[in-house]
């Protein structure tokens, strides 16, 4: 009876270092990773030379650090602009252990800011509107792009869940004469109902002198291949002489992802657990085969 007990003692022990193995061998499961980005304002000149822009925010998390997360309030704008009358640049990124993140950029109301929540929202404050200038020329007017904020946000989550918004809440044009001799003029074009994703427009210039501008609305794209989105509140692109594009402005432009899952047993893993419980069958086999022959030599 005791050479029984010892062989099945002998035999759990040899198949749990089998299993232990198997385990140990496939290694532990790598945390998901996340990363995030937001800029505010990104101007591109004729060549691609880089002009007015605020430097990026993006943050990372390897899946074992706490939330990684960018400064918030208003960041230093690089270069001289003079597209932008009114408002605030804003911008926020964030990205969590577990692989979540999410990034809000643009432009708010004077005194705004962003904040992202722990479900990946993003709240825009301020007050006043913002104001963007595409034309100014003396003696004739201007036309001027305003909303209350223009503003872009993502989320992204290593299993899938993905998302890409732009608010441009009451976006419209307002054009302005300013003539030399008589009275000037004012006309708002309300573009509320021109807002929907990918959305693109032409904005004509004063005197009915063809278009200034042209203005991709709501960009946005997700990509499920690799967990990511993105999203471009406005992009401008300023037209100067006969039509010809003179450079191109960016507000608030934001990706969230590329996010990484990887399940308990890596792929990397499978081959050699594969070879490993073979192994454990071939072995167990050969210890129960044994416990049988000493089982008959023990009656």
Not at 79 to 94: E, M, R
Not at 196 to 224: K, R, S, W, Y
């Amino acid at each position: 009876m005791k050479l029984r007990r010892n062989t099945a003692r002998n035999t759990a022990l040899a198949a749990g270092v089998c299993l232990a193995t198997i385990f140990g061998a496939a290694s532990p499961a790598m945390a998901d990773t996340s990363n995030a980005y937001a800029q505010a304002l990104n101007t591109t000149l004729v060549g691609g030379a880089i002009g007015a822009h605020t430097n990026p925010s993006q943050v990372a998390n390897d899946g074992t650090q706490p939330t990684q997360t960018s400064t918030p309030g208003s960041p230093a704008l690089v270069g001289g602009q003079s597209i932008l009358k009114a408002g605030v640049l804003v911008q926020q990124a964030t990205a969590w252990a577990g692989g979540r993140d999410a990034a809000c950029a643009g432009v708010a109301g004077n005194g705004g800011a962003v904040a992202i929540g722990n479900d990946g929202t993003c709240t825009v404050s301020g007050s006043g509107g913002v104001s963007l200038e595409l034309l100014n020329v003396a003696g004739l007017g201007t036309v001027t792009l305003k909303a209350d904020a223009i503003t872009s946000d993502c989320y992204a989550t290593s299993l899938g869940d993905l998302r890409a918004n732009s608010t441009l809440a009451n976006l419209r044009l307002e054009t302005k004469t300013t003539p030399l001799i008589g009275v000037g003029t004012t006309t708002t074009t309300s573009l509320a109902g021109q807002t929907g994703p990918n959305t693109g427009v032409n904005v004509g210039g004063l005197l009915g002198l063809g278009n200034i501008a042209t203005l991709m609305i709501n960009e946005q794209h997700t990509d499920a291949a690799n967990n990511s989105a993105s999203a471009t509140a406005l992009r401008i692109g300023l037209l100067g002489a006969v039509g010809v594009l003179s450079s191109t402005v960016e507000v608030g432009n934001v990706k969230c992802g590329e996010t990484r899952y990887t399940p308990a047993l890596p792929v990397h893993g499978i081959p050699i657990a594969g070879g490993l419980i073979a192994v454990a069958m071939w072995f167990g086999r050969h210890r129960i085969k044994s416990l049988a022959n000493s089982l008959r030599g023990a009656r």
